[in-house]
Structures are given as C-alpha cells and as structure tokens.
C-alpha cells in the first residue's frame, strides 16, 4: 500500500531547459542565516576583500553550517535582513569585482573516517537543499550505538509544480551525484541506497538506472507515482522501504538516511574539488516570467536581479514564491537575496489563474482534505476544533503529524485555509 | 515596485468550488428530470421549476433578513428545490411544494447557520414535514400520462401485491411514483455521472442499496423489486450522499449506508408505512456525528504503544 496523495498540475515547463550560469550581478548579500539552526558571525569587517570560497561566516554551535564569499570582491556594509520567519539575520554585502577570483588553496578535503567526513561536509556549508535547510552534518553524524543505519534514500521526487532544478541536476550532475553516494556510503557504513525519482522525469530516471547499474547492484532506481507529496520525508521512507517513520521519531529511528539529490550532487563535487556551496540552481519560473529558465546563481544574488535574467518585468508581479507553489514561501522584497534552501523562484502575475475561485465559503463536510491528507489526518475536524481552541481534540488528533503539504487547502471546494490552521494549531499546542 | 500579495502556503488551489460541485448534482439530476417529463407531462415541469424557484427565494430572503452574505450562489438551494420536487406525487397541488421548500431551506437549513450546518438534509426533512402534513395529498398517485388518458389513481409498486408491475417496468420508470424517483435508469445514469466527475464516492450507494436487497432476500421478499421500486435509488444517489449529512470517512460511509438500508426495510416490512428510504435517511443524518467520532481516522506513524494506551483510558 502507498500513502495518500494528490495529482497537481505539474507545469514542469522549465524540464527541457539546460541551467545556464548567471552572470555575475553586482552586488550580492550573504544572509548569515540560511540553514535550521544557529546564525553565523560575521568573520570579515566593512572594507575587506573577499574572494570566492572564503568562510565569511561561522558559528561554534553544532547545529550550523559555515557560510562562505560566493563572490570576489569588496565588503562594503553589515547589514540587516528581515526574513520570513520574522526573525532578522546579519548580512554581509559585497560588490562584485566580476573576476571571480577563487580563494587559493581550495582542495577536495583529506577523509579518512565517519568523523572526518561529516567535518568536511560542515566546513563545506551543506545544508539540506531542497528547502528545509536542515544540516546535512547533523543528519550524518548519528550515533552509531543509538542507530543502525542501513538505507540511504536520494530524494528526487521534486513533486512541487513548476520546480525542475532537482530534475537538471540529475541530467547535468548524474556523476556528481555518484560520486556523493560513494563517499556517503563509504564514510557512513550504508549499505542500501535508492534513488527515488517521480515517473513524469522518464530521462532522469532512465540516466539513473544506467549509472546506478555500473555503480554496483546495491543501487536502485524506484520510479514513485506522480502524487503530491511524494518528496515529503515520511512519504518517500514509506513508498520507498515500506518503513513508518513514527510520532517523535527521525529517520535514522527507523534506519533511513534521506537527503535530497542536489545536496548528494554537491557533496560529490566538495569531495573532488573542495569548493564549498557558493552557488545554487534554481528555476525560474510563473506565468510574469517571459523566459522560464534554470539559472546557478551565486547565492546572495537579489531575487530582481534573477528575475531580470528570466526577462520578468518587476512591475507586473504580483506574487513571487521562493520554492514551489504548495510550501514555497512568498518573498515580501523582491531585492532579497538567495539563500542556499531557495529552489526556485516563481513570479506570478495579478489576476491570472492562481487568483481565481479563493473566495472562502463555509466547510460542506465533503471529506476531501481527509481523503488528499497523507499522514491520514481530518484538517476539516483540526479546523474546527482550532477555532475553538479545542486543545485536547488537537493533540488526540494529532495536528503534530501536519507537515504542512497544503494538501488540503489545495483540494478544498470551499477554499478554506486548512494547513494554515493546522500551522497555527501547532503554534497554540507549543504555548 | 509595487507592493507584492504574501499569503500562507499553497499558493494555488483546485479548480473545484462548492457551486461547481452543485452544478455537477444538479446536471446529474437532468436524466431523472428528462424522464419525469416523459412520463408525467407539464406538471412535472411546472413542480420542478415552482420547487427550484422557492427554494431560491427561501435563500434570499433568509439572507437579506439575518443580513448575511448572498449564499445563492453556491447553487445548493437549488439542488435541495430540485430533490425536493423529485420527491413529490406530480398531482401534489403546487402550494404545498412552496410550504416544503420552506421548511427545507428556511427551518432545516438556514436557522441552523446555512450550508454546512444543518443536521439532516433539507429536502428529506420537507417531504417527511409534507407527508406528515399532507398524508392525502402525499400517497395519492396517478398513472404516468402516456400509459392511461385519465388522471387515475394506481397504487405504487411498494402497496400493489399483485405483480402488476414487471421489473422492465420498474427500471424504466412505467408505474405510479414520486416525480423524479420512478425512473431508476436515469437515476443510475446521474450516479455513474456523479461518481465519475469524482462528486461522490460510491460507498454510500453501494453500501444503501446492497444492504437493502440483502435484507429483503433474507427477510423472504423479492430483492431486486425492493431496490427498484419506491424512493431507494434517488435516496441512495442523491440524498444520502450529501456531504453536509453524511460521514465524512470512508468506513463512516458504509456504515451510514448501511444503516439507511436496513432503516428501510425495517420500516417497509413491519411498520405502518409502505415506504421507508426518507426516515432511514433523517434518522441516519442524525446519528452521524456519533459515526463520525468512532470512525475518525488514524494518522499514519502514531506508535501502536500508544494506541493501546489511549484505548486503556477510555
């Protein structure tokens, strides 16, 4: 049996597009926060030069990644940036020289052991990549006497409409991407990797199957239905091992590792060139975009500056989404910059399709966000019991396991804003 | 630039709304409305558009006097005008049809809070209110036109014991009945559209029908006249699926269904009166939020232990 899910519309119109590399905007800045955790320090002062590669951002906390120059050029302020979460970060700006000078002494990483491994993979400012920004360090480093880790999934659902920089990577990094399935497996002890690839990507999955094959056997290609949300962390586990990742529990718990395809295809290159993450594909797409594209931009690069690229006129946008349209988030500021989790950006214009039948009526009890909902919870019931703030229903119903999919607002005839109540109700079970 | 619109995620929805999803019933109902007219002429259409017409008014007003939003066009008012008509004898003087679509929309809808609040179905609740009123007017039947000249009365097939009518019959729509029920094949063909444009599950219906042609075989009655003739299948297909009234999981559904179908023949075979499918239905939309609370749906990845701990509580 394979979880529950929807069929979107997947306007993938971006699939068939090679990335190409954006030209070096002129200034960019480097939030010092991009990944679930601590913020960085700010290493280098107002004045200093700066080269490509070099750490301009650290913390001593284990939860956090370093964050590194994606620019030669010259610090020219500190600034503040407001984020979506509310929360305001450090940022560090710069003005491009255009000469993209890398910082001398760049190598792939010495690596003798699981240690030395998820070292390097800090110092190389991974973090996961395709949205949630969790860092990829913490996830390798698990205890060895707690967890006995036998899977390694590469999540490469991508099943968010609109989003194919997952897709190209696949086309583009196929030996990148083996490469870090090797040094994950020899460093971590994993035995069993799957690849796991949505159907609507037939080429990707069939460059998959025949790298993985002179890989070695213990490689597979699982082609998973194309049913939002297949690249959720639970879902993939379950359609792909048959495992439940339980209330409470991580992956390992149950002895699976899942990290996305363009993190795998990033830690395959660090482990040949020692570059760290400076740069980060990303499509962009939306019906004010003229020229949907895949762009690699240097992370830091203002959002207008890309959309410019996408011959998108910024006056006729009324909506951009950094990430996909079901849990992307929006962007308030078209001048703020890339963070390493951003997969896309897509611009939207007024009026169009995306605004069309979002008028609320009341909940007819059609049963249809119980039927879209993929951890089989009842959003029409949470919801209710939210608006009264019914704190025991909440819990028994367990509004915890709501990761937010969107799901149910999506298929909702009387357009209510169920995930976002559920969000809310996480919110008030926290106080 | 200009300001740009930030909302919570996802940022785009389905293209199904609520008067889609009436307009899809209301488009199902067409073959039945199609056959009433064959068989029962004019009338039928005047019942239908009298039924339909009130029921919009009802709305309105209600509206306009508790001073809410304009709820008409989510079309639900008409569907419930329409049902309601199908369920009534064609000679039923057009009067009385206004006094059901009041108590439909005005007593069981919109006093309890509009769509979504009412606790049975509207149209189900204004043919028990009118039978209950009515009881002459209600079970007086007449031939369909083209079968006798005069207006005649002729038992339905639920009272006439004598084998008047053939199955053929019955699926077709050729003996006495409510304006939109007696006509099962147009009935079906409205389901089958229904299933398909994904408004309704078949649990309902299957789970409705299924369990009153077992009863009736167990019970020593014909099992296929039991499910052809009366209100069975209109009460399966149209108004026991209604979404408001009926349980929103799956296992609920059967459940519901079910229970609507041994209602049924509870009342036809040993109660007083020859037909049951609107009490069934009326008793079952009330037990629903108890089928409801015991069918609720487990979430995936809660741990068994604790399963067994929450039933040790209760």
């Given at each position: 049996?394979?979880?529950?899910g929807i069929?979107l ?75 979506v ?43 996961g990549?395709g949205g949630a920004g ?21 999540n490469?659902a991508e099943c968010e409409p609109y989003l ?64 939002y949300p297949q690249g959720a962390e639970?879902v ?24 996305n ?60 989404i950094a990430g996909g349209p079901m849990m992307g988030t929006d ?10 989790t951003h997969s896309a950006?897509l ?27 993929p ?27 709501c990761m937010n999919c969107g799901s149910c607002s999506y ?8 995930a976002e109540?559920n969000q ?8 | ?6 909302s919570p995620s996802p940022h785009i ?302």
């Open positions: 049996m394979k979880l529950k069929f519309d997947h306007k993938k119109n971006t699939a068939g597009s090679a990335s190409v590399v954006l030209p070096t905007p002129k200034t960019v800045r480097i939030a010092m926060q991009q990944c679930a955790g601590a913020a960085c320090d700010v290493l280098v002062k107002v004045g200093d030069e700066v080269l490509v590669g070099q750490k301009i951002g650290d913390s001593d906390k284990y939860m956090s990644v370093p964050v590194h120059s994606s620019v030669s050029g010259k610090v020219t302020g500190i600034s503040e940036l407001l984020q979460s509310g929360r305001v970060c450090k940022c560090v700006d710069i003005e491009t020289d255009g000469e993209q000078r890398y910082m001398p002494g760049l190598k792939a990483p010495q690596v003798s052991d699981k240690d030395s491994f998820c070292n390097a993979v800090r110092e190389s400012g991974c973090c990549l969790f860092p990829t360090h913490v996830k390798f480093g698990f205890d060895d006497t707690r967890f006995s880790v036998d899977t390694l999934v590469i490469a194919t920089s997952d897709h190209r990577t696949m086309l583009e990094d196929a030996d990148s991407i083996f490469n870090g399935i090797a040094c994950i497996k020899k460093y971590l002890g994993i035995k069993n990797v799957c690849i796991a690839i949505e159907k609507n990507k037939p080429d990707a999955i069939d460059l998959m199957r025949q790298k993985a094959q002179r890989a070695g056997a213990d490689i597979r290609v699982t082609a998973l239905s194309t049913r639970k993939i586990v379950y359609n792909t091992t048959g495992r439940v990742v339980c209330e409470g529990q991580i992956p390992a718990d149950v002895g699976v590792i899942v990290i395809v363009s993190t795998c295809a990033f830690i395959g290159q660090y482990m040949k060139t020692g570059v760290p993450l400076v740069s980060k594909r990303i499509t962009v797409s939306g019906d004010a975009v003229a020229s949907p594209c895949n762009v690699i931009v240097p992370i830091g690069t203002a959002f207008e500056d890309i959309l410019w690229y996408g011959d998108c006129d910024p006056e006729s946008i009324d909506k951009a962007l308030f500021d078209l001048r703020d910059p890339v963070c390493k950006l611009a939207f214009r007024h009026g169009g399709e995306r605004e069309r039948n979002r008028v609320q009526t009341a909940c007819i009890r059609c049963g249809r966000c119980i039927e879209a909902c951890v089989g919870l009842m959003p029409t019931v949470l919801e209710k019991a939210f608006d009264k703030k019914d704190r025991q229903t909440l819990k028994k119903m367990k509004v915890s396991l298929v909702c005839p009387a357009k209510r804003d169920l109540k809310l109700a996480k919110a008030l079970l926290r106080t | 630039m200009r300001d740009l619109t930030v929805r389905s293209r199904v709304t609520t008067s889609r999803i009436m307009l899809h019933v209301l488009i199902a109902l067409i073959p039945a409305f199609a056959a009433a007219v064959v068989l029962f002429g004019v009338r039928a259409i005047v019942m239908v558009c009298v039924c339909m017409g009130s029921a919009f008014l009802w709305e309105r007003g209600c509206n306009l006097i508790m001073k809410r939003p304009n709820t008409t066009g989510d079309l639900s008012a008409l569907v419930t005008g329409m049902i309601l008509a199908f369920n009534l004898p064609p000679s039923l003087p057009y009067w009385m049809a206004v006094v059901g679509t009041f108590v439909a929309i005005v007593i069981t809808k919109q006093i309890f809070g509009g769509l979504g609040q009412n606790f049975a179905n509207p149209a189900i609740v204004g043919r028990i209110v009118l039978m209950m009123s009515f009881t002459g007017e209600m079970t007086s039947w007449v031939m369909p036109n083209y079968m006798a000249q005069d207006v005649i009365t002729a038992p339905t097939p639920l009272v006439e014991k004598n084998g008047l009518y053939s199955y053929l019959d019955l699926f077709i729509g050729r003996h006495p009945g409510c304006i939109g029920e007696v006509c099962c094949a147009a009935l079906i063909a409205g389901g089958i559209y229904l299933v398909i444009m994904r408004v309704i599950s078949i649990h309902i219906p299957v789970s409705f029908v299924g369990t009153v042609f077992v009863f009736s075989w167990a019970a020593g009655k014909d099992p296929v006249y039991q499910i052809l003739s009366g209100g069975v299948m209109l009460g399966a297909i149209f108004m026991a699926t209604d979404y408001v009234t009926s349980p929103v999981s799956k296992k609920g559904k059967v459940i519901f269904g079910a229970g609507c179908g041994v209602l049924t023949c509870l009342i036809r075979f040993y109660a007083n009166y020859p037909e049951g499918v609107s009490f069934a239905i009326l008793l079952m939309n009330i037990v629903t939020p108890y089928i409801d609370m015991l069918t609720r749906a487990k979430p995936v990845g809660v741990p068994a232990v604790k399963k067994e701990a929450q039933g040790d509580e209760k």
